[in-house]
């Protein structure tokens, strides 16, 4: 076999982080630069930070993973084994110094020599999948897989290196802090951030207009700097040139440019209608549910008091409206509020006409309602006026939560909503 024959390679990695330290990024970063450096005519293809299930009870922030496509000469496989196996050694005894948690991290390194089902992505961007399974699929697909003793990354890993990018992906540029200085304060102007997506119109999600709120920034002590998204990968680059040529910016110490599934709503299922059949209540934490009767069935609304719009265009329901939603199905079978939209409403009843101050009565059975005052009449009927949503910022009929209190996954209302 020539010496120069290429091996294309699927690599994939997953929890290695602590909510307070450490960060898959990051990591991954590391071993791609090792890999370059070590390995004659490496070549990087692709790659990408993909965001799983919102609920995976072992998620740490953002629950993402990352994956990468590369080429390696086939005559170095081994040489490629060996690097991969010394860095993933080093990363082991790195994570099993994170403080102590009752979810410790749990790194997975794996790689593939051939394309994996597309299907273990989906099953893990869309719900639950259990250790047991994911690890028998990727035995049989002929996966190598570097961990400790604990596996989980294996689920995250498995599902971004099965993710397939498409024409609407998005993009994110992750710039890194030199380590000196991790653990300080980020130096980050909120007014950099604004400008930033004034003179590059194709980056977006990186502020929230509503509260002045940058949130290109983690609020952990992780090696992050910032994390720029956009619609390509030219326009986050070129937003990161110009943040770094300011004096109000935090020098990075490296960067790299992630194909993504952000604002994709994989996660979600199309949009659902259905009629509300109970009045809202308040919880604890002023978040509201109510039921609603949905393709023959009683299904439950949840809106936290964080989905701000969501939450308050929920409390204004009644009895009777008709309603459409895009939202998330917890474990307890509730229905985590995305999006909703009030389609149609019942009348919201103020009560009887008045004439002379005064509420008209009815002059009996099959008679008008009369003043008692001057004798006059009116048609009987109650007085109604359409739900007062003059508070609640919508786009189109549709309410969502501010960008600070959106998925990763969550897909703006300004890009539309499939199929609505």
Not at 307 to 314: A, F, H, K, T
Request: glycine fraction near 8%; aromatic fraction near 6%; proline fraction near 6%.
């Amino acid at each position: 076999m020539s010496a120069d024959l290429k091996q294309v390679l699927r690599i994939g990695l997953d929890d290695t982080d602590h909510p307070l330290s450490g960060c898959t990024t990051s990591s991954f970063d590391e071993l791609l630069s090792l890999l370059e450096d070590q390995l004659p005519a490496f070549q990087l293809i692709e790659r990408g930070l993909v965001r799983l299930w919102p609920f995976a009870a072992r998620r740490t922030r953002g629950n993402g993973a990352l994956y990468a496509k590369v080429s390696i000469p086939v005559s170095k496989m081994a040489y490629f084994r060996m690097v991969c196996e010394e860095w993933f050694e080093g990363l082991l005894e790195e994570t099993s110094n994170h403080p102590a948690s009752a979810t410790p991290a749990a790194p997975v390194l794996m790689v593939s020599e051939k394309e994996l089902p597309e299907e273990w992505y989906w099953e893990a961007v869309t719900g639950h999948v259990t250790l047991d399974y994911r690890m028998a699929a990727v035995r049989s697909e002929g996966c190598w897989v570097l961990s400790g003793e604990r596996q989980w990354g294996a689920v995250g890993a498995s599902a971004a290196m099965a993710w397939k990018p498409d024409i609407s992906s998005t993009w994110e540029l992750i710039a890194w802090r030199d380590p000196g200085v991790i653990g300080q304060p980020r130096r980050i102007t909120s007014e950099s951030v604004r400008a930033m997506e004034e003179r590059h119109p194709l980056t977006f999600v990186n502020r929230d207009p509503t509260a002045e709120k940058s949130l290109i920034a983690p609020r952990t002590p992780c090696p992050v700097l910032y994390g720029i998204r956009g619609a390509t990968a030219e326009c986050v680059e070129d937003a990161h040139h110009w943040m770094q040529s300011r004096r109000d910016i935090e020098p990075s110490d490296r960067w790299a440019v992630h194909r993504t599934n952000q604002l994709s709503d994989d996660h979600l299922d199309e949009v659902t209608f259905g009629t509300v059949i109970s009045s809202p209540k308040e919880t604890k934490g002023a978040h509201s549910n109510l039921s609603v009767f949905s393709e023959g069935q009683r299904v439950r609304l949840v809106a936290f008091s964080e989905g701000g719009p969501v939450n308050r265009l929920l409390r204004r329901l009644r009895i009777g409206d008709r309603v459409a939603w895009l939202g998330l199905i917890a474990p307890d079978g509730a229905i985590h509020l995305e999006r909703l939209n009030l389609v149609d409403q019942v009348p919201r009843v103020l009560g009887r006409p008045t004439c002379c101050t005064k509420t008209m009565r009815s002059g009996g059975a099959g008679q008008q309602l009369r003043c008692r005052e001057c004798g006059s009449t009116a048609h009987r009927e109650w007085l109604s006026e359409e739900a007062d949503l003059h508070d609640i910022e919508m786009i189109g009929d549709w309410s969502e939560p501010q960008p600070s209190n959106r998925r990763h996954l969550a897909r703006p209302l300004e890009l539309g909503i499939p199929g609505a």
